[in-house]
């Protein structure tokens, strides 16, 4: 069974930072792509960062690029997201979450990845 953990979420004033990281378990962690997803209440699923099975970041999305940094310890089987220059708008839950597809390199299809129960992030003054 595929699991993982989030952790690292909290509240912060603008310009902050954060780092949030993942645990993952119950398959074979290198053979995977691994990417941060966020939703918004009452809003779909978006894309963050996603990071290769081999550790080479692969995307961002635009609005947190030179923000947010997405990096994996494969030895550890972790992910984590070094979030810096927090804006109001990057309140929201954010997920790990688990390729549907193996050694694939091109992030797709959001809704079919195994994603953990969350983490909550607050950015407010």
């Known amino acids: 069974e595929v699991l993982l953990v989030e952790s690292g979420g909290g509240s912060v004033q603008p310009g902050g930072s954060l780092r949030l990281s993942c645990v993952a378990s119950g398959f074979s962690f290198t053979d995977y792509t691994m990417a941060w997803v966020r939703q918004a209440p009452g809003k779909g699923l978006e894309w963050v960062a996603a990071v290769s099975a081999r550790g080479r970041p692969i995307y961002y999305q635009t609005s947190v690029k030179g923000r947010f940094t997405i990096s994996r310890d494969n030895d550890k089987s972790t992910i984590e997201l070094q979030m810096n220059m927090l804006k109001a708008e990057d309140t929201v839950m954010y997920y790990c979450?688990?390729?549907?597809?193996?050694?694939?390199?091109?992030?797709?299809?959001?809704?079919?990845?195994?994603r953990g129960q969350g983490t909550q992030v607050t950015v407010s003054s």
């Open positions: 979450a688990k390729d549907f597809r193996e050694s694939a390199m091109n992030p797709q299809n959001i809704e079919n990845w195994s």
